[in-house]
């Protein structure tokens, strides 16, 4: 699923997966920088989402549903220039329509760069 997406693009990696909670990994380099040297908020948002998006998925009756970003807003509370961001992304709510996540993305040093929220859609699939 990953393969030729903005996932793979980014170096975004999945290293933590389970029902609730999903742990990621992202290189802050020159895919993922702004023209100034720093993280790019854009993709700290990408990352965010990308971690509410597999959490959500694995919640759902993947026979009948699929998902979808419906929300998202981010806080960019630390500059990085360098090296690799973690996001820990947590259900808050999963309802039957959508799921509301929480996104902490620390540093090295356990330092909080970004926080935000996704709400997701919980999407019926047609047959």
Same mark, same amino acid.
């Given at each position: 699923?990953? @393969?030729?997406?903005? #996932? %793979?693009?980014? $170096?975004?990696?999945?290293?933590?997966?389970?029902?609730? @909670? =999903?742990?990621?990994?992202?290189?802050?380099?020159?895919?993922?920088?702004?023209?100034?040297?720093?993280?790019? $908020? $854009?993709? &700290? =948002?990408?990352?965010?989402?990308? #971690?509410? &998006?597999?959490?959500?998925? %694995?919640?759902?009756?993947?026979?009948?549903?699929?998902?979808?970003?419906?929300?998202?807003?981010?806080?960019?509370? +630390?500059?990085? *220039?360098?090296?690799? #961001?973690?996001?820990?992304? *947590? =259900?808050?709510?999963?309802?039957? &329509?959508?799921?509301?996540?929480?996104?902490?993305? *620390?540093?090295?040093?356990?330092?909080?760069? /970004?926080? &935000? +929220? /996704?709400?997701?859609?919980?999407?019926?699939? +047609? @047959?």
């Amino acid at each position: 699923m990953i @393969k030729d997406t903005l #996932v %793979e693009a980014l $170096g975004i990696e999945i290293t933590h997966l389970e029902a609730g @909670k =999903v742990i990621a990994t992202m290189p802050v380099d020159h895919r993922t920088k702004q023209p100034f040297g720093l993280l790019h $908020g $854009g993709a &700290s =948002v990408a990352l965010a989402e990308t #971690v509410a &998006s597999i959490g959500a998925y %694995e919640l759902v009756d993947k026979e009948t549903e699929g998902v979808a970003g419906l929300e998202i807003n981010a806080n960019h509370v +630390r500059p990085k *220039t360098e090296g690799i #961001v973690t996001a820990v992304g *947590t =259900v808050l709510h999963q309802g039957k &329509s959508t799921m509301v996540w929480d996104i902490k993305i *620390t540093d090295e040093q356990d330092k909080l760069i /970004c926080v &935000s +929220r /996704c709400t997701i859609a919980v999407i019926k699939l +047609r @047959k």
